[in-house]
């Protein structure tokens, strides 16, 4: 667990920076940048939340 919410934070601070950069440059990659992350770690999220509520599934 703790190294999820590490990453889960990694995954927030590259998210914030890739918005910052975007706000600084005007480049739209790095917002583009910025929404692939974000997709990619709710993707991640979801499918651990998935096997969480599949373990209790089974364990019931």
Same mark, same amino acid.
């Given at each position: 667990m703790?190294?999820?919410?590490?990453?889960? !934070?990694?995954? =927030?601070i590259? *998210? #914030?920076?890739? *918005?910052?950069?975007f706000?600084f440059t005007?480049?739209?990659r790095?917002l583009?940048l #910025?929404?692939?992350l974000?997709k990619y770690a709710? *993707? !991640?999220?979801?499918v651990f %939340?998935a %096997? %969480? =509520? %599949?373990?209790? !599934?089974v364990v019931?």
């Open positions: 703790l190294l999820l919410r590490i990453v889960g !934070v990694l995954a =927030a590259a *998210i #914030a920076s890739g *918005i910052t950069a706000l005007g480049d739209r790095y583009q #910025a929404a692939r974000a709710l *993707i !991640v999220a979801l %939340l %096997l %969480l =509520a %599949l373990e209790r !599934v019931l």
